[in-house]
């Protein structure tokens, strides 16, 4: 795969990630394709490291923060891994992304900032989001950044 993508990578600035493409879809919305380029993964059963691929899931759409107003998301494939040591297979974790979640961890700290300068509705507005969504994502990260929280990391 070229590294025809690499400033794009650059300006997207996270972790371990390389570009395979990009999609401008109508005026308002950027998708870019990515894929996860760490050599190893760590077993969570047996902590050991990892270098076999054993396969990629379905591409899922994760919600990045915008680029040039441009509302944005990331479709990315999971890798799956197989453990030697222990004989298992286990998804890659990786650091921008929490498992499961369908945000970047970044755009999620963004809307926990906004939602305690703005509201829960209006950032929902902005953002084109449920205010479900917008309240759950904030009573999360409300909780993480409360002062028990804190001593805990
Ligand atoms: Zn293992």
């Avoid at 993508?5 to 998708?31: C, K, M, T």
């Avoid at 760490?38 to 923060?65: M, N, T, W």
């Avoid at 680029?67 to 650091?95: G, Q």
Wanted: charged share 25%; with cysteine.
């Amino acid at each position: 795969m070229g590294q025809q993508y690499d400033w794009l990578a650059e300006l997207l600035d996270l972790p371990n990630v390389r570009v395979i493409h990009f999609q401008l879809v109508g005026s308002q919305r950027l998708n870019v394709v990515v894929e996860s380029i760490s050599e190893a993964a760590l077993c969570p059963r047996c902590q050991q490291p990892s270098l076999i691929v054993h396969d990629q899931g379905d591409a899922q759409l994760i919600r990045d923060l915008p680029i040039w107003k441009r509302r944005c998301w990331l479709s990315y494939r999971p890798r799956r891994f197989d453990c030697v040591t222990c004989d298992n297979t286990f998804v890659e974790r990786v650091a921008w992304r929490e498992p499961g979640l369908d945000y970047t961890v970044r755009y999620e700290h963004a809307l926990y900032e906004k939602v305690r300068r703005e509201s829960v509705a209006q950032v929902a507005q902005d953002e084109r989001l449920s205010e479900d969504i917008v309240q759950g994502i904030f009573e999360r990260w409300a909780k993480k950044r409360s002062p028990n929280a804190a001593i805990l990391v």
